[in-house]
Every structure is written in structure tokens, then in C-alpha cells.
């Protein structure tokens, strides 16, 4: 069941915005692209959105690098590659240096994550022939791992 859109309040109460937002980072944190985009379609373009967010992140209450951080813990527990997260950060308005900084790809615990995922997947054994190989490495790297990793977890 699709969920229904409603209109926009228009509120011009700070005070207003600043509780939904809190409510929002209450239950996980968010980019402050996101919370933007969600306070918007909320409340309208003329609320004092800007003003909130700002003063949510001087006061500590919403960060980037926080999100960041939560984001990548949890895309590679799901067994995500930096790429994929990379590409996902950006989406959400995450800066380049700082995605780089929280992702890593070269750190070798993505080539364990890689193996892990495989390993989950389809067993232990050695992959036999080159048409499975293949298939499994496509997967890998729609996962978002890149060639040295998905090496890795082949061999």
C-alpha cells in the first residue's frame, strides 16, 4: 500500500521545525541534505529550515561525519562494497574527503567482506568453472567491490 503524500504546512515557527527535525534524528542520523529534503517536503520552502539545520550542527545534534560513519557500519554488515557506499554517500550529499575518509576502499577488511559475502552465499569450496567465476564475480561487483577484492574473495 503506497503511502499518501500530503501538502506541505507552512509553519514559520522555528520552534515547530526544529522538534520534527529532532524527532527525525531521534530515530537514526541523516545527512543534512536528507533532514533538508524531508523538513521541505514537510513543512514548504519559506520555513526557517536553514536556520534550524544550522544550529542543529553547531550544536552537535546533527552531523555528517556521524552519519557517515553509521552509514558505512551498517551497508557493510550488509555486505556492500566501498564503491557501491561511495556512490550511495554522494547520493545523499556526503562531500567526497569525507566519504573517502569513512569508506576506505583500500583498507583490506573490504576483501575480507567480500569473501565473507561470498563465502555466505556459496560455500567455502573453490569456485570451479570460469562461466560460475564469472557470475559470481558480476554479483560482487554489483555489490560494489572492486577487482583486487573480488580476486580475493575467488581465490
Not at 515547530?16 to 529532532?22: E, H, I, P, S
Not at 534524528?25 to 543534512?32: D, G, I, K, N
Request: with cysteine; proline share 4%; charged share 30%.
Amino acid at each position: 500500500m503506497a503511502a499518501l503524500r500530503r501538502a506541505p504546512v507552512p509553519t514559520g515557527d522555528p520552534i515547530v521545525v526544529r522538534g520534527a527535525a529532532l524527532d527525525l534524528l531521534a530515530r537514526r542520523e541523516h545527512a543534512a541534505r536528507e533532514l533538508d529534503a524531508k523538513l521541505v517536503a514537510r513543512f514548504g520552502r519559506d520555513a526557517p529550515i536553514d536556520e534550524v539545520l544550522q544550529r542543529l550542527r553547531d550544536e552537535g545534534l546533527q552531523s555528517d561525519q556521524r552519519f557517515a560513519e553509521a552509514f558505512v557500519r551498517a551497508q557493510r554488515q550488509r555486505g556492500r562494497g566501498p564503491l557501491r557506499i561511495l556512490h550511495e554517500l554522494a547520493g545523499r550529499g556526503i562531500e567526497r574527503e569525507l566519504a573517502a575518509a569513512c569508506v576506505d576502499a583500500s583498507a583490506p577488511e573490504w576483501a575480507e567482506a567480500a569473501r565473507a559475502w561470498k563465502c555466505r552465499r556459496y560455500g567455502e569450496a573453490r569456485v570451479g568453472s570460469a562461466a560460475e567465476r564469472s557470475r559470481i564475480a558480476r554479483q560482487l561487483q554489483q555489490r560494489g567491490f572492486g577487482t583486487a577484492q573480488i580476486r580475493f574473495a575467488l581465490e
